[in-house]
């Protein structure tokens, strides 16, 4: 069995593909993915399930929603319920069942190890495999409660530090000239993420065009005094100098850590 949750939470057995029906059911079974194999107190999925304000019967509606799951997690090669009950909560036993978000975890430690090590190849392919277990926005972009928002928020982040990561590799093999495009998409929808606007400078300078590498320092400076009334860090402001100065360890030959 396989759970996956960079997306919408959908559950894969064999040639079957299960999504949990009701956006309180699939809380239910989040939280406990989530926290696994720790156990979930019952207050702590009332409140990602109602919030600070449960219903007179949410102690009843809550063993609904255990009962339920305990059904649909049963299947012709995992007979016994993963769900446990414990006197303050609930667990899910995982086991040798798959997990996209610990994978898509492993898969960017494993690039981040690269990376430093200059195995840009190497690290190119991980990351690659990493970002493409993505479908779509972490359990649909639903956070019900500190645990689900939490986890969104950690794998958002996560994800950001593998593109990052990805373009250092790339950078590092010489494929300015291919990231353009991408890194010029990549600080339009993250505009104050410096990261990417100090790659997309990068990019531009080995491809020969200086100028638009300082406007594109311009640009994120504006963006960030209009959007935060701070300059750039030190890391853009001294890239900027360094072409201004046609640095030679901007030159292509040179690896960018990360």
Known sequence: MRYEMLGTLRVVDNESC???AGKKFETVLATLLIRSPEIVTSEQLTMEIWGARPPGRASAGLHVYISRLRKFLVSQDQPVSPVGTKPSGYTLRVGDDEVDFAEFLQLVEQGRRYVREGRFTAATSCLDKALSLWRGPVLGGHGRGPITSGFITRMDET??????????????LGLHRELVGRLYSLTSEHPLCEAFHRQLMIALYRSERQADALKAYHVARTTLREELGV????????????????DHRLSPSAALTA
């Not at 300059?231 to 046609?246: F, K, S, T, V, Y």
């Open 18 to 20: 299960r999504t949990a």
């Open 159 to 172: 994800r950001l530090e593998g593109l990052e990561l990805m373009t250092n590799a790339q950078l590092g």
């Open 231 to 246: 300059e750039p860090g030190r890391a853009l402001r001294e890239l900027q100098q360094a072409i201004l100065q046609d």
